[in-house]
C-alpha cells in the first residue's frame, strides 16, 4: 500500500509538471509484444470457445455459433492490430483494483478477466466471451469518480454473468430459421409480398430491440445488486446513469464566432465572413417525410429516466438523491489524462473534423493552449489532405439540420467554405506553431 501511494504522489506530481509545462505527452502505442501475445491468447482461447459451443449446440446452431465467434474474433484482432486499445496504461491498475473491490463480496464474477482500455471517447464498457473486458478511456474523461466506474463495470457484469450476449445470438439464430419459413410462404403468395417482406424486417427489429432494451433492464438490477454488495456508495449507481444521460441529452457547447476570428485570423490570411455563411434549408420541410420504422421501438436501451425509476422501485435504498462523490486524486489524475487523449482518440479514429470541432472548444474554454493549437494543424493537414484527394465526406460531415446542433452545423458550413488553398494555410500556420 505504501509503494503504491508513493507511486501514485509521483504521478500526481510528474502530471502537474507536465501540464504546467504544457508539454503533454500522448500514451504511447508501441507496444507490438504486448499486442502480439495478447492476439495469440485471444485466438487460442476464442477457438476453444467455438470448440465447446460445437459440442454444447449440435446441427445447425451449433454451426452458426461458431461462424458469428470467428467473425466476432476476427473483427476484434484486427481492431487490436490497428492499435485501438492501449496496453499497460496508467488506467489498467485502476480497473483491476475497483475488480477485486467488487470481486471481494461477489464470487459470481469471472475469474478470467483481462483488462483492455479502448482509445474511443465514448462512455461505454463491453465484455467478450472470453473474459476480454473493454473500458473506453471516454468513461474517465466522462464519470466523476470510482465509485461511477465500478457501477459501469457492474452493469456489464451483469451481462457477463447472465450471458446476454450468447442468448441473443442463439435468438438470432431461432429467429433467422422462423424467418426462412415466412419468407417461403411470401414468395409462394401473389399479393403485397414486398409489404409482407418489409413487415417481416420490421417486425425482426423490434423484437430485437425489445430484447435489448430487457436485458438492459436485467443488467442493470444485477449489476446494481453486485455494486451494493461492495464498498462503494449506493446512490453513485444512480448518479452514474443520469452522468450517462447527461452525454445522450446534453447540448454541445456553443463556438462562438469571436472564437473562429481568433483562430482562423491570421498573418498570412485575413478571417472572411464568407466563411460563416451557411447553406439555406428552409425550404425543406421535414414533417413531409414520415418514418416507416417506429424509433421507440428501435431503440437498443431504454430510456435512462425509465431505468432509473425501474432501479428505485426494486431497490428502495435508492430514492434518496445525493450529490456525486468527490473524485480521489487517483481518479482525477486519469480523468485528466483521458482528457488530454480525446484529440489523440479522434485523430487515430480518423475523425478529423470533430478534433477540429472539439480543439476549438477547448481552446476557446482556455486549455492548453499549445496542446490543442498542434492539435489543429495535425486535423487541418489531415482535411487538407482529404480535400485534396476528393474524399473529404469521409473525414467531415455534411450538415444535417434534423440531427445537428446549430453550433455544429456552423462549423460544418464553416469548414466547407473553406477552400483548398485556404484548409492548407491553416494547417501549415499551426503546424509551424507547435
Not at 501511494?5 to 501540464?19: A, D, G, N, Q, W
Not at 426462412?180 to 409489404?195: G, T
Not at 428502495?316 to 445525493?322: D, G, K
Request: hydrophobic letters at 35%; charged letters at 30%.
Amino acid at each position: 500500500m505504501i509503494m503504491i501511494k508513493k507511486y501514485l504522489f509521483f504521478l500526481l506530481l510528474s502530471f502537474s509538471v507536465i501540464c504546467s509545462a504544457q508539454v503533454y505527452k500522448t500514451i504511447d502505442t508501441a507496444d507490438y509484444i504486448q499486442r502480439k501475445d495478447f492476439i495469440k491468447n485471444y485466438s487460442v482461447n476464442n477457438e476453444l470457445l467455438i470448440k465447446n459451443l460445437k459440442t454444447q449446440y449440435s446441427g445447425k446452431t451449433g454451426i452458426e455459433l461458431s461462424k458469428i465467434y470467428k467473425e466476432v474474433g476476427k473483427n476484434f484482432e484486427k481492431q487490436v492490430k490497428n492499435k485501438d486499445f492501449v496496453f499497460n496504461s496508467v488506467f489498467d491498475a485502476k480497473v483491476k483494483n475497483l475488480l477485486e473491490r467488487l470481486r471481494k463480496n461477489n464470487p459470481q464474477i469471472p475469474q478470467n478477466l483481462k483488462i483492455l482500455i479502448a482509445k474511443d471517447n465514448t462512455p461505454n464498457a463491453y465484455c467478450f466471451a472470453d473474459g476480454t473486458f473493454v473500458i473506453n478511456m471516454g468513461l474517465f474523461n466522462w464519470l466523476n469518480n470510482d465509485d461511477q466506474l465500478a457501477a459501469v463495470i457492474s452493469h456489464e457484469l451483469g451481462h457477463k454473468i447472465t450471458e446476454h450476449t450468447m442468448k441473443s445470438f442463439l435468438n438470432l439464430i431461432n429467429q433467422d430459421q422462423l424467418d426462412k419459413l415466412v419468407v417461403q410462404d411470401i414468395k409462394s403468395a401473389k399479393e403485397n409480398r414486398n409489404q409482407r417482406a418489409f413487415n417481416v424486417l420490421k417486425n425482426r427489429i423490434y423484437r430485437k430491440g425489445a430484447e435489448n432494451r430487457k436485458q438492459e433492464m436485467q443488467a442493470d438490477s444485477l449489476g446494481y445488486a453486485v455494486f451494493k454488495n461492495s464498498d462503494f456508495k449506493k446512490n453513485e449507481f444512480i448518479n452514474t446513469l443520469k452522468r450517462l444521460e447527461d452525454f445522450d441529452t446534453i447540448s454541445p457547447r456553443t463556438l462562438k464566432i469571436e472564437t473562429y476570428k481568433k483562430y482562423f485570423g491570421l498573418p498570412n490570411q485575413e478571417f472572411k465572413d464568407k466563411w460563416l455563411k451557411k447553406e439555406d434549408f428552409s425550404l425543406y420541410n421535414y414533417n413531409n417525410f414520415n418514418d416507416k420504422l417506429n424509433k421507440d421501438s428501435l431503440k437498443s436501451h431504454p430510456e435512462i429516466a425509465l431505468r432509473i425509476t425501474n432501479l428505485k422501485k426494486l431497490f428502495p435504498e435508492l430514492q434518496a438523491e445525493l450529490k456525486d462523490e468527490k473524485a480521489s486524486e487517483s481518479y482525477a489524475v486519469l480523468e485528466k489524462i483521458a482528457r488530454m487523449e480525446t484529440l489523440p482518440n479522434f485523430y487515430h479514429s480518423e475523425d478529423y473534423g470533430v478534433g477540429i470541432y472539439a480543439s476549438l472548444q477547448f481552446l476557446q474554454d482556455g486549455e492548453e493552449e499549445k496542446y490543442y493549437k498542434s492539435w489543429l494543424g495535425k486535423c487541418f493537414a489531415k482535411i487538407y489532405e482529404a480535400r485534396k484527394n476528393y474524399n473529404l465526406n469521409r473525414y467531415l460531415d455534411r450538415v444535417d439540420p434534423k440531427n445537428q446542433s446549430e453550433s455544429y452545423q456552423q462549423f460544418l458550413n464553416f469548414m466547407w467554405n473553406l477552400s483548398l488553398d485556404e484548409i492548407k494555410n491553416i494547417a501549415e500556420y499551426y503546424q509551424k506553431e507547435s
